[in-house]
């Protein structure tokens, strides 16, 4: 059997950048797992031995990459993937789940991307300071939610800094402005009934050119997000309250319970009071 390390973040309400779980495991020859699709940013690091990631690219094509110790590879969102440890080799890696605002920029900057998942290294320091870091948050699921994702920022910045991909920063001043008044707009409203031509108006921005410009810069249509975005404090309110889930759906802007039943179950693959009997707070 593999030794495994497992831990699923307590905390969704990090919307510049959020943790979902992580951990560790030093693989059986030949394990594999997928064909699968995530939801959110998935990167693994590999300590030792190796692998082969088999991934769609831009086009909807499966490639295939080796991997190997000191390497990496991220997994996108929705994107269908396999990953396979070698017979003779292999690989020992841990693992981070993550997304947030400002996600898709660092990738970008990291030159990471479905036509180019891999990670190589052109900083030996760096690179060991990314697997410290990596490791430090599969070990330690005890820690503060703060001091992980105080953990995962210097991660994506060690990724950033270190990879041999990396491309020179975009100048968008006026966009990131754009974005920020966006999500701020969202952030206080998001329990109305607003819509993407609302947010788009707020900006004084024509809505397709609003559209593009914020998934270019977060990775989610303003549509997606706001979703997101009202699914997450919805999970806050199921964890933390005893409200109907007609008042919590109410709370975050479906006034219709059935409308926010579907929602959810879009996001998380299941029921808002199931959600609630596995992830209920204690008092």
Known sequence: MSDYLFSVFPNENFVDLGLYQYGWEACCPLHSYGPHIRNHYLFHYVISGTGVLTAEDSGGISRSYPVRSGEGFLIFPHQVTTYCADQEHPWEYAWVEFDGLRVKEALDLAGLS??????????????????QLILY??????????????????????ITRS???????????????YIREATSFIEQNFQNDISVEDIAAFCNLNRSYFGRIFREAV?????????????TRATELLKLTELSIGDIGNAVGYPNQLHFSRAFRSVYGISPRQWRAENKTGR
Do not use: V, W
């Open 114 to 131: 479905p036509d180019h998942p891999i990670y190589h290294s052109n900083a030996r320091d760096i690179s060991a300071e990314l697997k």
């Open 137 to 158: 948050i599969a070990q330690h699921p005890e820690m503060p939610p703060l001091h992980l994702i105080g953990k995962l920022y210097l991660l994506l910045d060690c």
């Open 163 to 177: 990879s041999s991909s990396r491309k020179p920063p975009k100048t968008g001043t006026l966009r990131d402005f």
């Open 219 to 231: 990775g989610k249509s303003p549509q997606e997000f706001l979703i997101s975005y009202r699914m």
